[in-house]
C-alpha cells in the first residue's frame, strides 16, 4: 500500500511558474513509476507526465511538452513537477499516481492516487 500526499499548488500569473511535489510514504517508491495527471470541472483526467520508477525515462502529454519538467528523488520517496511559462489553460487540479509496473497514461492504469493539489493561472 501506498499513500501519496500532493503539495505546491496555487494561484500564479501567466508565464510563471509552480514546482509541485508528491511525497509517498513506505519502503518500495523506487519500485513504482510515477506520474502527474490534471482534471478540469467538466473534463476528463488527462494525462500531464510520467516517470519511470529509476527515473530514467520521461514521458510528457502534448500540451505540456517543453514546459513542464518531471523527476524524482528516490531517498525522499518524492517526485516533482516544475511548471514553467504556465497557460490559464493549464488550470486544474493536479494529481499524482503510482503504477506497479510502469508508467501509466491513463487513470485506470494507476494504482494509487495523492489527494490533488489546486493550480489556477490567472490571466
Known amino acids: 500500500q501506498v499513500q501519496l500526499v500532493d503539495s505546491g499548488g496555487g494561484l500564479v500569473q501567466a508565464g510563471g511558474s509552480l514546482r509541485l511535489s508528491c511525497t509517498a510514504s513506505?519502503?518500495?517508491?523506487?519500485?513504482?513509476?510515477m506520474g502527474w495527471f490534471r482534471q478540469s470541472p467538466g473534463e476528463e483526467r488527462r494525462f500531464v507526465a510520467g516517470?519511470?520508477?529509476?527515473?530514467?525515462?520521461?514521458y510528457y502529454g502534448d500540451a505540456v511538452q517543453g514546459r513542464f519538467t518531471i523527476s524524482r528523488d528516490n531517498t525522499k520517496n518524492t517526485v516533482y513537477l516544475q511548471m514553467n511559462s504556465l497557460k490559464p489553460e493549464d488550470t486544474a487540479v493536479y494529481y499524482c499516481?503510482?503504477?506497479?509496473?510502469?508508467?501509466?497514461?491513463?487513470?485506470?492504469?494507476?494504482?494509487?492516487w495523492g489527494q490533488g493539489t489546486q493550480v489556477t493561472v490567472s490571466s
Open positions: 513506505g519502503r518500495t517508491f523506487n519500485r513504482y513509476a
Open positions: 516517470i519511470s520508477s529509476s527515473g530514467d525515462n520521461t
Open positions: 499516481a503510482a503504477s506497479i509496473l510502469r508508467v501509466g497514461f491513463r487513470p485506470y492504469e494507476c494504482d494509487y
